[in-house]
């Protein structure tokens, strides 16, 4: 899958992605990123790629004609048209099964603004996603292009060396992920669940499902709507439900 970002700042985006799981699926040619710089599209001979606000108001807005000019120098590199998502806390908020969905992509164009926005006719002319990464607000687009990029690109198959672990996470099936535990077996006077070390695989499967439902109880109850269940998961959330009650009342 072939990322081109397009941003003001490259060095930051290339710097955030290039590290660790992303940045070896990037060396192993699962992944591509085509870091655009928007002011080498800039016509202006001063190299500038902002402006004033028509009507008045605080800060600069980004123009229309090197973000355009950038956007068609990436359409004429590859063939069709590929979407392209405008990051910003106007779009649609960003979640597990938009992430899913935008694996199916062979091509992505991320477009961040910066400053105060992007001049509205180019938005109007080349983007068809507005997606926003949460209700707060950010200086720009590159830290929600680096989250979405992350998100997207490991549920792209070889991008996590261990294949299972990118659908039992956390938020697969709707539900917060069990706590995990290493070596040693006694931290600080604290044990692993016994459970854990009685190498019965199922009884193991059975304390992690529970343990999952009753996070998702107890952090995030408003996921248990859409959440996949079976009838032990609502028996067990039943029996919980009065002691969760205490803690919100
Ligand atoms: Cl996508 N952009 C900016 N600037 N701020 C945000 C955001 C995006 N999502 C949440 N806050």
Redesign the pocket.
């Known amino acids: 899958m072939r990322f081109h970002i397009l941003t003001l700042f490259p060095d930051m985006v290339r710097q955030g992605l290039e590290t660790s799981i992303i940045g070896n699926a990037i060396q192993n040619g699962i992944l591509e990123l085509d870091l655009v710089d928007i002011r080498d599209y800039t016509a202006d001979r001063h190299k500038k790629v902002d402006d004033y606000p028509y009507g008045g108001g605080a800060g600069m807005v980004m123009q229309a004609q090197p973000v355009y000019d950038a956007w068609r120098a990436v359409n004429a590199s590859g063939k069709g048209r590929p979407r392209c998502i405008y990051?910003?806390?106007q779009?649609r908020r960003f979640d597990q099964s938009m992430a899913k969905e935008l694996a199916g992509e062979e091509d992505l164009i991320l477009l961040c603004?910066h400053y105060e926005g992007i001049d509205e006719r180019v938005l109007e002319e080349i983007v068809t996603d507005q997606?926003?990464?949460?209700?707060?607000?950010?200086?720009?687009?590159e830290l929600?292009a680096m989250v979405l990029v992350d998100a997207v690109s490991r549920m792209i198959p070889g991008v996590l060396t261990n294949d299972a672990s990118g659908s039992s996470e956390s938020l697969e099936g709707g539900l917060l992920e069990y706590p995990q535990y290493s070596r040693p077996a006694e931290w600080m006077g604290r044990k692993v669940p016994q459970v854990l070390l009685s190498g019965d695989h199922q009884k193991i499967e059975n304390w992690r499902r529970e343990q999952s439902v009753l996070r998702t109880l107890r952090h995030r109850p408003d996921l248990l709507d859409e959440a996949d269940l079976s009838y032990r998961d609502v028996k067990l959330i039943l029996d919980h439900a009065s002691e969760t009650k205490d803690h919100t009342s």
Request: charged share 5%.
């Open positions: 990051l910003t806390p779009g603004g997606v926003s990464i949460g209700d707060y607000v950010l200086t720009g687009g929600p």
